[in-house]
């Protein structure tokens, strides 16, 4: 009866953590302790348990597991990718989240290239160590010539025109946040940045038309 009690007690203070995870689990656990009690009692009232088996639940402490502080940090950077196309299938299939998503047996071909998106990725990962941003030509004036590279952020997209449209091959950042750089945000540039970006756009339509 004691090992039952304490099973049926971890089992209904698991169910009644999914309330508020964050509060029950790690904020505040003598709460849970509380609504578990009040629990306990509320079931034997209503003939769903015995009073031994309640006595049994009441009689045991329970702690929440900690947090195990070894494990490593989420490699947000690696999934930049599979999010991406996650994000694209929300609209797509008219989901509400990515919890309703996981529910589906799906199968989904892209056009990325898996190969070529991880080398990019390792390659701007890399930037963020001084001697790797200097072997990519990166120091220099208007560029790193002071500062810490690991504090500067990169993205990357490319393009390869198929037959009548576009093929999205690589997108990917080295900022390991779920924030996708290319997708989640803008790019607001100065005057200055502006001009030369606009001349740089009709040299190229410039050399296209000739």
């Known amino acids: 009866m004691e090992e039952r009690g304490r099973a049926y007690r971890q089992v209904l203070s698991l169910f009644l953590a999914l309330r508020q995870p964050s509060r029950y689990l790690v904020r505040d656990s003598a709460a849970l302790s509380a609504q578990t009690d009040r629990y306990l009692r509320a079931l034997c009232a209503s003939g769903v348990i015995t009073q031994r088996l309640r006595d049994a639940a009441l009689a045991e402490s329970i702690q929440p597991r900690p ?3 070894s494990l490593r940090v989420p490699d ?11 994000v694209r299938l929300l609209n797509l299939l008219d989901l509400p989240n990515t919890y309703a998503l996981d529910r589906l047996d799906l199968t989904v071909r892209t056009t990325l ?3 070529v998106q991880q080398s990019v990725t390792r390659f701007l990962s ?4 001084a001697d790797q941003a200097r072997k990519a030509g990166l120091e220099g004036d208007q560029l790193l010539s002071s500062g810490d590279p690991a504090q500067v952020t ?9 037959n009548g449209h576009n093929l999205l091959r690589v997108q990917t950042d080295n900022f390991n946040q779920p924030l996708s750089i290319n997708d989640g945000t803008g790019l607001q540039l100065g005057s200055t940045a502006k001009l030369r970006t606009l001349i740089n ?3 190229i339509i410039q050399q296209l038309h000739g």
């Open 201 to 203: 756009y009709l040299e």
């Open 154 to 162: 990169y993205a990357f997209t490319l393009y390869e025109r198929g």
């Open 67 to 69: 947090r195990d502080a």
């Open 126 to 129: 890399g930037l963020v160590d």
């Open 76 to 86: 947000f950077v690696a999934t930049k990718a599979s999010d991406a196309i996650r």
């Open 113 to 115: 290239d898996q190969a």
